[in-house]
């Protein structure tokens, strides 16, 4: 562009001197540029260009980026250390300044960029049900206060529980499922009354092993298998078994509510017809008669909530005392096991 101004300044006063009468801001139209300078103007346009277009991106991604030698303000040579840095322009370029700088920047460390870290896997379905199946009850739990949560699952476990299911009854409840997962160790949680994919995903975030719902829903179902998550969902009549295992494959399923539908009685006329379903039975199982349940071939454990009931909680949590819980506990896992 410089070197297209200066030609077109050579050519005008040569014109001037041919033509005294012309005005000197006058273009004479008879002398034509050389095509080199054209060229050379339109290398200078893009050269322009381009600088203004670093320029631009440097101010538009943020100067504090490209201050390189750390002195909090941006000039020209910050931008040139920062080129060379990244091999834009050669090092022989920079100006001594710019050299301190990009060896100054060299030299400061920089922290180890953040990183999320993975999602957790679910316990695999076999081991959840190897679990399920040991434990023999399965206490389902309601958490009206996040503080409960943790004395809670501890008292359940030094009572021989070592499988809760934490329901999603209450607002608290997905985040104390995290709780519960990350202090106490050696506890297998499932989710239960779980409605929406949505659910699924905060349980699974917070360390859920296996999902329970009161019914089935297809979408659960869905999620549960993209997950990698066991789901327990709720059936009552053959219809739904079948359609629950031919459709989707479940063979572990929730029989709720067992004692308005039948009770044992229905399982035990399910044994016949669905040999290879299993079922954990909920809603109306007391310690009275859960062994009922847990004697029968199909039945892999019994859910129930009387030995954490949220007249007990709210005693055991106001006093700080989880003793009268973890005496409960154990009785309930003695009435389940037939021991």
Same mark, same amino acid.
């Given at each position: 562009?410089?070197?297209?101004?200066?030609?077109?300044?050579?050519?005008?006063?040569?014109?001037?001197?041919?033509?005294?009468?012309?005005?000197?801001?006058?273009?004479?139209?008879?002398?034509?540029?050389?095509?080199?300078?054209?060229?050379?103007?339109?290398?200078?346009?893009?050269?322009?260009?381009?600088?203004?277009?670093?320029?631009?991106?440097?101010?538009?991604?943020?100067?504090?980026?490209?201050?390189?030698?750390?002195?909090?303000?941006?000039?020209?040579?910050?931008?040139?250390?920062? =080129?060379?840095?990244? /091999?834009? @322009?050669?090092?022989?370029?920079?100006?001594?300044? !710019? %050299?301190?700088? *990009?060896? +100054?920047?060299?030299?400061?460390?920089?922290?180890?960029?953040?990183?999320?870290?993975?999602?957790?896997?679910?316990?695999?379905?076999?081991?959840?049900?190897?679990?399920?199946?040991?434990?023999?009850?399965?206490?389902?739990?309601?958490?009206?206060?996040?503080?409960?949560?943790?004395?809670?699952?501890?008292?359940?476990?030094?009572?021989?529980?070592?499988?809760?299911?934490?329901?999603?009854?209450?607002?608290?409840?997905?985040?104390?499922?995290?709780?519960?997962?990350?202090?106490?160790?050696?506890?297998?949680?499932?989710?239960?009354?779980?409605?929406?994919?949505?659910?699924?995903?905060?349980?699974?975030?917070?360390?859920?092993?296996?999902?329970?719902?009161?019914?089935?829903?297809?979408?659960?179902?869905?999620?549960?298998?993209?997950?990698?998550? =066991?789901?327990?969902? /709720?059936? @009552?009549?053959?219809?739904?078994?079948?359609?629950? !295992? %031919?459709?989707? *494959?479940? +063979?572990?399923?929730?029989?709720?509510?067992?004692?308005?539908?039948?009770?044992?009685?229905?399982?035990?006329?399910?044994?016949?017809?669905?040999?290879?379903?299993?079922?954990?039975?909920?809603?109306?199982?007391?310690?009275?008669?859960?062994?009922?349940?847990?004697?029968?071939?199909?039945?892999?454990?019994?859910?129930?909530?009387?030995?954490?009931?949220?007249?007990?909680?709210?005693?055991?949590?106001?006093?700080?005392?989880?003793?009268?819980?973890?005496?409960?506990?154990?009785?309930?896992?003695?009435?389940?096991?037939?021991?």
């Amino acid at each position: 562009w410089i070197q297209f101004r200066r030609s077109a300044s050579l050519q005008g006063a040569a014109a001037l001197r041919r033509d005294p009468a012309m005005a000197e801001g006058d273009t004479p139209k008879d002398v034509e540029t050389p095509k080199e300078d054209i060229k050379l103007a339109e290398i200078g346009r893009c050269a322009y260009a381009g600088y203004y277009f670093i320029l631009f991106f440097a101010f538009w991604f943020g100067a504090a980026r490209f201050d390189v030698d750390g002195d909090g303000d941006f000039d020209p040579s910050d931008v040139q250390a920062y =080129l060379a840095d990244h /091999g834009f @322009i050669s090092n022989n370029k920079m100006t001594p300044r !710019t %050299s301190q700088a *990009k060896a +100054k920047a060299k030299a400061t460390i920089r922290p180890a960029r953040k990183t999320k870290p993975p999602a957790r896997k679910p316990a695999s379905a076999e081991d959840v049900i190897r679990r399920v199946t040991a434990c023999k009850v399965v206490p389902v739990v309601k958490i009206n206060a996040l503080a409960e949560g943790v004395p809670l699952a501890r008292a359940l476990k030094e009572g021989g529980i070592d499988v809760i299911e934490i329901t999603f009854r209450t607002a608290c409840a997905a985040e104390a499922i995290r709780e519960v997962c990350k202090s106490v160790e050696g506890v297998c949680v499932g989710a239960g009354t779980v409605l929406t994919p949505a659910q699924v995903d905060e349980a699974l975030a917070g360390g859920a092993d296996f999902i329970v719902s009161p019914g089935f829903d297809p979408a659960v179902a869905r999620r549960c298998r993209a997950r990698g998550a =066991l789901y327990l969902p /709720g059936v @009552i009549t053959p219809t739904e078994v079948l359609m629950v !295992t %031919s459709g989707f *494959k479940l +063979k572990n399923l929730k029989f709720f509510p067992a004692s308005n539908f039948g009770g044992a009685g229905t399982l035990k006329s399910y044994a016949a017809v669905f040999p290879d379903v299993t079922f954990m039975p909920t809603g109306g199982v007391t310690e009275e008669n859960i062994r009922s349940f847990t004697s029968m071939p199909n039945v892999i454990a019994a859910g129930g909530s009387w030995f954490v009931s949220d007249d007990l909680v709210k005693k055991a949590a106001a006093s700080n005392d989880w003793s009268e819980i973890c005496s409960a506990a154990k009785r309930a896992a003695q009435a389940a096991r037939g021991t």
